[in-house]
């Protein structure tokens, strides 16, 4: 018994010997497929061409050696991008899923203009958006994307906002478009939204101007 467990592991250390020097021997020779489609979802044809454009720079060649991080990096450099999937279609193609970013509001920086993405990048635009509402002062991005999500998570609409100005003490004031200033503390930003918004769809304050609310538990209301 033992004699013939020992003959069938000599038996497969010479299988294994002989296939791994004919793999030597003949590897070089084999001829892999090269990546000849990229299909691109998600994007309008001039995005999708200008992607293409930059990723055929990478000289990509078999499937079967792609480095899928040399992607990631032109896709996560790519300013209109918010996530994205890569697939590897077997022999020759890859698909890649996009999700483009969404533009929440307009910023001018350096006597240009730009459009703040969901993503938190700036795309240079030719002119103002007049659907978003305008930035102004040098923004902190995480304090203004803290804003956000409290806007969100409030009675407040993005879409009820014309100005959001910044402040170098981290905080906000908010313009609507009734051309009402809301100046806001660094704190409690969801309630006081709510507040803010309870206000100023109250009758008795129709003709306000300002609301500020940076004192705690107090509440000063201007009107013009």
Known sequence: MRLKLSRKILFYIFLIFFLSTLNNKYFSDIKFKTIDEIMIIGLEESEKQNLLDSLELLNLKSIFFLNKFEIMNKLETNK????????????????IKVNK????????????????????????????????????????????????????????????????????????????????IIKLPKENLMDLLNLSLNILNNNEFSNIRLLDLRQDKQVVVNEG
Do not use: C, H
Request: net charge positive; no cysteine.
């Open 101 to 180: 970013t969404k533009l929440i509001a307009n910023v001018f920086k350096d006597g240009k203009f730009f459009v703040l993405g969901s993503n938190g990048k700036l795309m240079q635009s030719f002119k103002e958006n007049n659907d978003l509402p305008n930035i102004f002062g040098d923004y902190d991005k995480a304090s203004f994307f803290n804003l956000l999500k409290s806007i969100r998570d409030s009675n407040f609409k993005l879409s009820q906002i014309k100005n959001l100005y910044f402040f170098k003490s981290g905080r906000w004031d908010i313009e609507t478009n009734q051309n009402v």
């Open 80 to 95: 209109i991008i918010e996530n994205y999937t890569i697939f590897k279609r077997y022999p020759s193609s890859i698909e």
